[in-house]
């Protein structure tokens, strides 16, 4: 698996507290220049990201992001500013405490007013996969995969652990023929990338993946 094609697969990311302009700049900059899926970044970027860039930049975004414990009303809120702003995928976190409570009528009801405003726009879905029992992650596949989400999301990146292989073979068994992978938190270098694509994955979330493979060579 040569570099590019790896690259075509990594939403380019950086979400921390800090980001500044400039940080967010050359995050989209290096996008373009390495032909990542995407961008992903905080939602108060989204708008100054797309009157630089326009539509030469695929941008994603987050939503109730890194806990995902905010009211559906304020997740809409949140989905409809981005998307006014120029987001053209959303990534949300689901709210775990109603899944420890087994409220998984309200995830599903969560999940499916955020996609009746996505519309054709990607919906990935986070549900932080450090914090779930399998039973747990086997239900919320199919949950995902009812509401009509684009993707299931491992990890945050901000919670206790990311990404895990054994994950994505349990996602792959549980979830439907439309839904797509996407893993992130703690893939680090090009044997984790090639590893976790070739398990399934159609996105990884990144903030080295271009460090990495701007300097090294991936035979494939």
């Known amino acids: 698996m040569t570099a590019p094609e790896i690259l075509s697969h990594v939403d380019h990311t950086l979400l921390k507290a800090t980001a500044s302009w400039e940080e967010i700049r ?14 992903c ?43 006014m702003d120029g987001a053209a995928e959303i990534d949300m976190v689901i709210n775990c405490g109603n899944v420890k409570n087994g409220r998984f009528d309200a995830v599903a009801e969560e999940i499916s007013a955020i ?5 054709t726009k990607i919906l990935k879905v986070i549900i932080e996969t450090c914090f779930l029992t399998e039973p747990e992650k086997i239900r919320l596949c199919g949950i995902v995969t009812e509401s009509g989400a684009d993707y299931i999301k491992t990890s945050t990146g901000f919670g206790s652990a990311g990404a895990v292989l054994s994950d994505i073979a349990l996602f792959r068994k549980h979830i439907g023929s439309d839904v797509k992978i996407k893993a992130a938190g703690g893939i680090k270098t090009k044997e984790a990338f090639e590893a976790f694509l070739e398990a399934g994955c159609d ?6 993946a271009v460090t990495l493979f701007a300097t090294e060579k991936i035979n494939g």
């Open 41 to 83: 970044i905080p939602p108060s970027y989204v708008r100054t990201v797309y009157e630089t860039f326009g539509d030469s930049l695929t941008i994603c975004t987050v939503i109730g992001f890194p806990l995902g414990y905010n009211t559906t009303a304020v997740k809409v809120i949140e989905t409809n500013q981005a998307l």
């Open 115 to 119: 996609k009746k405003i996505t519309g």
């Open 203 to 208: 996105r990884i979330g990144s903030s080295s």
């Open 26 to 39: 050359k995050l989209c900059t290096e996008a373009l220049q390495y032909r990542t899926a995407s961008v």
